[in-house]
């Protein structure tokens, strides 16, 4: 039989496609398998052993599993460093390179370290907390910030003066952000392209920007959608929270970490048994609070996390916190800094059991005004050198709804994640809230420290008065109303 080049050519596309297509599903064998065991592995007994255990009591060490962008800073500086001393703190926490948990006495580690690091620390004696926030302003966040922090650097003349500047600070045995994990990696690489655009503009001479939505100015910097669709992005911050509470993370302690990781990104499906494992741990948590509602989350924490803390703290001599303030100078140093000297309440009324959950808030919000005023003009100034790409609360109206829908479909694990720890969230402040209200019914002077600052000073008699009156008020109400009534219908009857 003769055959046409045409059909020929035909039928060895066909040959080469079918190849392809098995060895296609090969690796999706493979993959469902790696993902599988994994799967398994990370909702074995071990793990159960928590969450069947009272979750809601806080254990030895407390681990802040801190995705970045969600504000837990404001938690770190203000309530965290205010309820434990710095000689509680495990060292550096923020620096994975520096410490061995085991060995440490500590008990608070914060750190954007991914919950692969259960591993090393003992499980059953460890409360985990997290944050979490709505997928598209994280990823917003994230890309802002990298620029915010890219940007200090174009004080230098160049590159190269820039990138020596930041290996002295880092020498100099502070941590900075060019240290932590993701933006050790954002960082750098914005910084890379905001420069070469910079140079592009020297060169071209005049250079008139029309378009001001700071998130599409292909001079300045890297437009928003073009950031997503990087490899680095890929790899670092869609799905970041998901992956961080997986223990999946580019950062993962856990050596088939990345191969889990890379299947989940090539095989969408794959992503359910992640997204149940993190489903999971999120239930076995002490904490779970949501940047969105911060007020609600800040009151959830100093009930569940800052009253148990204080509850154990043992009052001592008060000795005043020795403070390790950095001083800041240069460009691109830590974020993690600078906390330092909000309020002047501090760990001595901890220490001396003066500190209730009511002053803990009042500390709290003092700080997060400092914090956020401090952090604002660092951004206003960080950014004048990228001018007129600006960030501000309006701006992020100026996203196109393909690159939200974009941002969407790319966190799709992110979604569905958060979406689940808004009905945990629910539920917790609904306990809590019924638990203060319950308790109230019992007489007021057995509450614990933090439930009585709830009904503030009143005591049994004055709020036996306060019912008597409400009642009293009640009865007069039903009697106006009958009377009333009765009025009408007589009137009724006249005409
Ligand atoms: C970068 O700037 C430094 C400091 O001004 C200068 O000494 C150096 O020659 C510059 N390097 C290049 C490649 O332009
Ligand atoms: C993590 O991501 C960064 C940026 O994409 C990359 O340079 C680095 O090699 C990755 N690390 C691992 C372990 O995959
Ligand atoms: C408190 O300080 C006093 C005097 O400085 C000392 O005698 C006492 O032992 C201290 N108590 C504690 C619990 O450290
Ligand atoms: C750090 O805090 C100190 C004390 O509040 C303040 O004076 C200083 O300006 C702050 N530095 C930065 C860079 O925010
Ligand atoms: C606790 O607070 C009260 C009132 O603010 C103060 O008088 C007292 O000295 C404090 N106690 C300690 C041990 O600091
Ligand atoms: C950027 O926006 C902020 C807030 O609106 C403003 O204070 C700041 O001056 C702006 N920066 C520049 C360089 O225009």
Redesign the pocket.
């Given at each position: 039989m003769q055959m046409n080049p045409v059909s020929k050519l035909a039928l060895w596309l066909i040959l080469l496609g079918s190849v392809l297509v098995s060895f296609a599903e090969l690796d999706y064998g493979h993959c469902e398998r790696v993902v599988k065991k994994w799967a398994d592995s990370s909702s074995s007994s071990r793990e159960e052993h928590v969450i069947n255990k009272d979750k809601r009591s806080l254990q030895d060490l407390l681990f802040f599993l801190h995705v970045p962008r969600t504000g837990g800073r404001t938690y770190f500086h203000c309530f965290l460093r205010k309820l434990y001393d710095s000689s509680e703190e495990c060292p550096r926490s923020y620096d994975k390179l520096h410490f061995n948990p085991r060995k440490e006495k500590c008990k608070l580690l914060a750190t954007h370290d991914d919950y692969s690091l259960m591993a090393k620390l003992p499980r059953e004696r460890t409360s985990v907390m997290t944050i979490v926030r709505d997928p598209i302003a994280r990823v917003l966040s994230t890309y802002e910030f990298s620029v915010e922090v890219a940007a200090r650097f174009l004080v230098?003349?160049?590159l190269?003066?820039a990138t020596r500047m930041s290996g002295r600070i880092r020498k100099n045995n502070v941590i900075s952000t060019l240290d932590i994990w993701p933006w050790k990696y954002l960082v750098p690489w914005m910084r890379q392209d905001l420069f070469a655009r910079r140079d592009a503009r020297k060169l071209k001479g005049v250079v008139i920007i029309e378009d001001d939505n700071p998130y599409d100015m292909e001079e300045m910097l890297m437009p928003l959608h073009k950031y997503l669709d990087t490899p680095t992005a890929h790899d670092i911050i869609h799905n970041g929270a998901t992956f961080q509470i997986a223990g999946l993370t580019n950062n993962s302690y856990l050596s088939e970490a990345h191969e889990v990781r890379h299947c989940v990104q090539r095989y969408k499906s794959l992503g359910q048994p992640v997204l149940q494992v993190a489903k999971r741990r999120l239930d076995s948590m002490l904490y779970v609070g949501l940047t969105e509602e911060h007020r609600e989350s800040a009151s959830l924490f100093a009930n569940v996390v800052g009253s148990q803390v204080l509850s154990q703290v043992v009052p001592s001599n008060a000795t005043a916190k020795t403070k390790t303030t950095k001083s800041e100078s240069g460009s691109g140093k830590s974020e993690i800094q600078n906390g330092t000297s909000e309020v002047a309440l501090s760990k001595m009324d901890v220490k001396s059991g003066n500190m209730t959950v009511k002053t803990l808030m009042e500390v709290y919000e003092g700080c997060i005004s400092h914090l956020r005023k401090s952090q604002g003009t660092r951004r206003v100034n960080s950014l004048k050198r990228i001018y007129p790409a600006n960030f501000t609360r309006g701006t992020r109206t100026r996203v196109p709804n393909e690159v939200i829908e974009q941002i969407k479909s790319l966190n799709s694990l992110d979604v569905e994640l958060y979406k689940y720890a808004k009905e945990i969230f629910a539920k917790e402040h609904e306990l809590v809230s019924k638990n203060l209200v319950l308790t109230s019914k019992r007489s007021i002077v057995d509450l614990p420290n933090e439930l009585r600052s709830v009904f503030g000073e009143m005591n049994d008699e004055k709020l036996w008065k306060f019912v008597s009156l409400a009642l009293m008020l009640l009865l007069l109400f039903l009697f106006f109303l009958f009377v009333n009534a009765r009025r009408r219908k007589t009137s009724k009857v006249k005409i």
């Open positions: 230098h003349p160049n190269t003066s």
